[in-house]
């Protein structure tokens, strides 16, 4: 147990729709970082908090919001989904950001978009 | 793109044997992780090497690191059913701020 929660394990929802991804990181861990894993795109970086605030960007559609709030939970928004966005999404914590700093990641969310 | 890559894609050996993996990257890093995957399931963290450091040790795990040539290998010892997985290495931006995966080797042990 990497000690980061990640809530729903599952999700299936109709194209269109918006469903909301939360993520709780390790006890103490400011930083949270977001990942895609599909088939045919791997692991794909979306984006990361620090301490509440944005620090990087990565692919992440315009479509989908992501927050850090006071406690440290993220929540990952996905709105007006499309068969595409079907994947597996992954949170992961990390004490601080720089170097040298080990990311521990979640179980993940499945979603399913039919 | 900084985006590692893993070879073997695929690899299956038998139970006991020795399992190589290989990870080539693109750019200069500040230090490069190894993680699993069993199917459908997280990443679970299994080593960080520092650019600094040549090799690393955590039980059956050993890590090596040519920032020459821009690559690392992960060797298990004595390999065991339960080491079936996918083997990911990812390595951070200049920042610190994002992690690099590869494409991953997917390791299957025969008992």
């Known amino acids: ?62 479509r989908f919001s992501a927050q ?8 990952l928004n996905l709105s007006s989904l499309e068969l595409g966005d079907s994947a597996l999404y992954f949170c992961a914590s990390s004490a601080r950001t720089g170097r040298y700093t080990e990311a521990f990641f979640g179980q993940g969310t499945r979603l399913t978009v039919v | 793109s900084q985006q590692g ?5 695929a690899l299956s050996i038998q139970e006991g044997e020795n399992a190589t993996m290989n990870c080539s990257y693109k750019t200069s ?13 997280g990443l679970v963290h299994l080593i960080l090497i520092r650019s600094n450091e040549r090799e690393k ?5 050993r890590v090596t690191l040519d920032t020459s040539k821009k690559s ?20 951070d931006s200049n920042t ?16």
Do not use: M
Not at chain 1, 68 to 74: A, E, G, I, K, M
Not at chain 2, 5 to 9: A, F, M
Not at chain 2, 72 to 91: K, P
């Open chain 1, 68 to 75: 850090q709030f006071p406690d440290l939970h993220s929540e």
């Open chain 2, 57 to 61: 040790h955590s039980g059956r795990l």
């Open chain 1, 1 to 62: 147990d990497s000690g980061v929660t990640q809530t729903p394990k599952h999700l299936i929802t109709a194209t269109g729709q918006r469903v909301t991804l939360r993520c709780s990181p390790r006890s103490g861990d400011l930083s949270v970082y977001w990942y895609q894993q599909s088939l045919d795109q791997g692991l794909q970086f979306l984006i990361h908090y620090y301490n509440g605030e944005e620090r990087a960007k990565g692919n992440i559609l315009e």
């Open chain 2, 72 to 91: 690392s290998s992960l060797l298990i010892t004595a390999s065991r059913a339960a080491d079936t997985a996918s083997y990911f290495c990812a390595t």
């Open chain 2, 29 to 41: 890093i500040n230090n490069l992780q190894w993680y699993r995957q069993n199917s459908g399931r």
């Open chain 2, 96 to 111: 610190g701020n994002q992690f690099y995966f590869g494409t991953g080797t997917s390791l299957t042990v025969i008992p």
């Open chain 2, 5 to 9: 890559e893993e070879d073997p894609q």
